[in-house]
């Protein structure tokens, strides 16, 4: 079935260092794929998506680039800030309108 | 930011009592859902509406039930309410391409005693 795996955290780092969240999934056909951010007692909101193999989704610094061949959409940052302190989320469309997330992963960053 | 409500924003209930979340929405989308969120599990679907009047199980739908009778207003309703129900539930909405976005609401934490 369909399914998106993340990287256990949380995930600790200082200010300006670089951020690397792994996401891997298992879908039928070419899904789209999404990275959501839920800020502390918030909803969740769409940080970047990309609706095809090969394609870059980027939002706020954010990168994920749509690797069919490793079946992965790893999210990354150059210089994480304490602002992006949040949990983030894996997820992918299985068709007809239907989300498939991750479990999450938190983020932590300290001055 | 889309114009999803969700109310109550939080509810505190005992078991066996019937409890109804409302969502809101002032975007006239389509789609409609129903999701909860619990530690370890991400966000699950429980159900989903395409339509007014036309809706589907997600995952998670034991104990849930939904209804839709205008465009901009999705209820869920717990009949009866288990402590197994506790969680966080969020409402969100899309328009109708494969691509389109989910919009997310604030959330309603319930807590059932």
């Known amino acids: 079935g369909n399914s998106v795996t993340q990287m256990e955290g949380p995930v600790t780092l200082s200010e300006e260092a670089f951020l690397t969240i792994n996401c891997t999934y298992t879908a039928t056909g070419y899904p789209s794929l999404f990275w959501y951010v839920q800020y502390p007692g918030e909803g969740l909101q769409l940080l970047l998506k990309a609706t095809k193999a090969d394609d870059k989704g980027s939002n706020k610094g954010f990168e994920a680039t749509y690797r069919k061949e490793t079946t992965s959409f790893h999210l990354e940052k150059g210089s994480v800030q304490v602002s992006d302190s949040a949990v983030y989320f894996c997820a992918l469309n299985t068709g007809f309108q239907k989300l498939v997330f991750g479990t999450g992963t938190r983020l932590l960053v300290s001055p | 930011d889309a114009g999803i409500t969700q109310s109550p924003r939080h509810k505190v209930t005992e078991t066996g009592t019937p409890v109804t979340l409302r969502c809101h929405q002032t975007e006239n989308h389509r789609y409609m859902y129903w999701y909860r969120q619990d530690p370890g599990h991400g966000l699950r679907l429980i159900h989903y509406?395409?339509?007014?009047?036309?809706?589907d199980k997600g995952e998670v739908s034991d104990g849930y039930s939904v209804s839709r009778s205008k465009t901009e207003d999705f209820l869920l309703t717990l009949e009866s309410a288990t402590s197994s129900q506790t969680s966080v539930y969020f409402c969100?909405?899309?328009?109708?391409?494969?691509?389109?976005?989910?919009?997310f609401g604030p959330g309603t934490r319930l807590t059932v005693l």
């Open positions: 969100a909405i899309s328009g109708l391409a494969e691509t389109d976005t989910q919009y």
């Open positions: 509406s395409y339509g007014v009047k036309d809706t």
